[in-house]
């Protein structure tokens, strides 16, 4: 019981951590005025960006990778991959293709 509880906790922090990581990344593509990707390699669970920053609390299941673009005025643009990622929990994080929202 405590287990789910300690498991369910750590996906909802990652969760929280991973937006902000991706809000980082589009609020420094803004304050350059130029593109920052982001990519996500399944084998190592991490994300990487352009900036040099790196997200390694990835919990989620998907087994392919994905890579992103944040535009200089905020906008995303998906380059491959889903961004719909999935949970051992059956929860949901995907990032919203334009605004680059993102909804769990």
Do not use: H
Request: hydrophobic share 40%; proline share 3%.
């Amino acid at each position: 019981m405590s287990s789910d509880i300690i498991a369910s906790l750590k996906i909802v922090l990652s969760k929280t951590a991973f937006d902000s990581f991706i809000e980082s990344q589009r609020l420094e593509a803004v304050v350059r005025s130029r593109p920052v990707d982001v990519f996500y390699d399944f084998r190592s669970r991490r994300v990487s960006s352009t900036t040099g920053m790196v997200f390694e609390d990835c919990l989620w299941e998907n087994p392919e990778n994905f890579r992103i673009r944040f535009n200089g005025d905020g906008s995303i643009a998906i380059l491959s991959g889903s961004t719909t990622l999935n949970f051992a929990d059956g929860s949901v994080l995907t990032i919203q293709p334009v605004t680059g929202k993102v909804s769990y």
